[in-house]
């Protein structure tokens, strides 16, 4: 790998994997960020890694719907390499707006696909990395997990976008010859990620005194993976992974919504007291928990079997969500500057 193309790279994983590469691997080459900077991307996510990194890290702002700018971006930095996160993401947002998801996740993928299989032809060493979500393979009841060869079965206008790049991306291996490898992952949780998913929502919620939402009876069951330990996921897939392959990756951690929320809760008033809160008139973090109405098609339960990454490719999670959740709690608190902005714009 010398030049890798990051696309969605101004999002919250996105962010968070470049700032992995040069703050945790030996990685020498170059970066291109390539990002639309819709509502989630936020240039300010990586304002220190550009100074830092001036001469490695290059932006380059862009849809990645623009064949024309997709090819040119391949030829000007030469790249070997491609880690695919640019995504609309949200559940909500694509019940009320599906278009969007079918034109960035689906034409999205096959605009880079395309622009790679042109660019890579007579190439060796080349990787297509397509990040894709636990969610194309649907809901799961009490028992059980989501493993690499379960069948699709999204539920969501999102889910059904990303379940139809992943096919995308599978058929340009089989058809093309494409190297190319997929990785599902569970729900990410960390720094920088955008206050409309649970976790942020509910810390500035809280923070702010404002109600903190909770769909139907708040016993949807998530699996939470820390964001840094789904970028050394990435990262393993990238030196080790079998070209063709998927690789599951999981944090290993079964919560309910409301668990979630209530854990936020607690580790607030240890790390910011509700009485030392002005937004709170003193009133505990828990008295601002309000269930609200459950969102169509809202799949009950999600958990991931990752032992394939675990065994093949010697991967394992370093944190566990007593420690993620403290960080996370952290980095809100102290990231004043980075609140304000997502606050003036949105």
């Known amino acids: 790998m010398k030049n890798i193309l990051i696309t969605g790279g101004a999002g919250f994983i996105g962010s968070n994997f470049i700032r992995y590469i040069f703050e945790k691997t030996d990685f020498k080459g170059k970066i291109i960020n390539y990002d639309k900077l819709t509502y989630a991307g936020n240039p300010l996510n990586l304002e220190d890694i550009s100074r830092k990194y001036n001469k490695r890290y290059f ?21 070997d390499t491609v880690v695919h996160f640019a995504a609309e993401s949200h559940v909500d947002r694509s ?21 790679a299989l042109n660019f890579w032809k007579n190439k060796k060493n080349t990787r297509f990395h397509h990040i894709s979500t636990d969610e194309v393979y649907g809901s799961l009841g009490k028992d059980g997990y989501f493993y690499e060869n379960t069948p699709y079965d999204p539920r969501s206008p999102y889910s059904a976008s990303k379940a139809s790049s992943d096919h995308l991306v599978r058929a340009y ?42 769909y139907g009876d708040g016993k949807n069951v998530r699996d ?10 990435i990262w393993s897939i990238l030196e080790k992974g079998k070209t063709g392959q998927t690789y599951n990756i999981g944090g290993e951690c ?15 008033e240890k790390i910011y007291p509700s009485q030392k809160n002005p937004n709170l008139k003193n009133k505990k973090y828990s008295y601002l928990i309000n269930f609200v109405k459950d969102r169509p098609g809202h799949d009950r339960r999600y958990a991931i079997n990752c032992d394939k990454i675990k065994k093949e490719l010697g991967w394992k999670q370093k944190y566990n969500f007593e420690e993620g959740i ?5 980095w809100y608190i102290e990231n004043k500057k980075w609140i304000e902005n997502i606050n003036r714009v949105h």
């Open 173 to 214: 291996y089989h058809t093309y010859g494409l190297s190319v490898t997929i990785s599902n992952c569970s729900n990410n949780y960390g720094p920088y990620q955008f206050p409309e998913k649970l976790i942020p929502l509910m810390i500035l919620n809280a923070i702010e005194g404002k109600p903190l939402p909770v």
């Open 254 to 268: 079964e919560k309910e919504n409301i668990d979630v929320v209530k854990i936020i809760c607690n580790e607030l």
């Open 224 to 233: 939470w993976l820390y964001v840094e330990d789904h970028c050394s996921a």
């Open 59 to 79: 932006f380059v702002k862009g849809d990645i719907c623009d064949f024309k700018k997709v090819s040119g971006t391949f030829s000007e930095f030469d790249i």
């Open 326 to 330: 403290k960080y996370t709690i952290n």
């Open 95 to 115: 019940i009320l707006g599906p278009e969007e998801f079918i034109e960035t996740n689906i034409v999205g993928t096959f605009v880079l696909l395309k622009s």
